[in-house]
């Protein structure tokens, strides 16, 4: 079972900065992915960011050039950094594991998410 924990989440004025993180504990398999998803209210969830266990990257065209994901596989933590945040990036953030055991076959853990708030 894998359990995953976000954090870093709060309140930055426009122009700000924030970093989020979540933890994973359990197994993580060596094909993977840990994905960033957002929530508005009223909206739907949507892909912030991905990072594949062999590296690879992908953001949401709305957050390129200002959000960036890495890891440390050290602490098995993805991280967010997010800058130049926008009043539109206010949303939960959760963060999402999938954990590969074949081509087409997944298991995905979420975590609870943190609130990112952008506000004057």
Known sequence: QVQLAESGGGLV??????????AASGSIFSLHVMVWYRQAPGKQRELVAALRSGGSTNYADSVKGRITISRDS??????????SLKPEDTAVYYCKLENYVGINIKHDYWGQGTQVTVSS
Request: aromatic content about 4%; overall charge positive; some cysteine.
């Open 13 to 22: 004025q426009p122009g700000g900065s924030l970093r989020l993180s979540c």
């Open 74 to 83: 050290a602490k098995n933590t993805v991280y967010l950094q997010m800058n």
